[in-house]
Nanobody, 132 residues
Framework: VQLVESGGGSVQSGGSLKLSCRPS??????????MGWFRQAPGKEREGVAA???????VYADFVKGRFTISRDSADNTLYLQMSNLNPEGTAMYYC?????????????????????????WGRGTQVTVSS
């Protein structure tokens, strides 16, 4: 399984970016697995940003507050994260992740242990830098 992210960059506060994740060797299947976006800022733990649940519905971290949209192209399985109204707190490495099959947990775990339990495939990340 390979997950390749792209779309990161540097923007000013209030700007927008669209991240992409192209998987190979992995397919999201409703009822079977999850795919999501996570981020890690320097000196902080990795945290969930958004995910597509096993029922196909999107789920977002509270801090997203309607600014981000996660989506998936069913034709080629590419996962996207449209980010708008970015602020400096959004500066981080953003990672695409794909879960193990037939897990039963929440697809956007809050804990490091939960994230590690659910997701066993990770991309290398794409850097997002937001300046004030």
């Amino acid at each position: 399984v390979q997950l390749v992210e792209s779309g990161g960059g540097s923007v000013q506060s209030g700007g927008s970016l669209k991240l992409s994740c192209r998987p190979s060797g992995y397919t999201y299947i409703r009822g079977k697995n999850c795919m999501g976006w996570f981020r890690q800022a320097p000196g902080k733990e990795r945290e969930g940003v958004a995910a597509i649940e096993r029922d196909g519905k999107p789920v977002y971290a509270d801090f997203v507050k309607g600014r981000f949209t996660i989506s998936r192209d069913s034709a080629d399985n590419t996962l996207y994260l449209q980010m708008s109204n970015l602020n400096p707190e959004g500066t981080a490495m953003y990672y695409c992740a794909a879960s193990k099959d037939y897990g039963v947990g929440f697809c956007l775990p809050r804990s490091r242990e939960g994230i590690s339990y659910e997701y066993n495939h990770w991309g290398r990340g794409t850097q997002v830098t937001v300046s004030s």
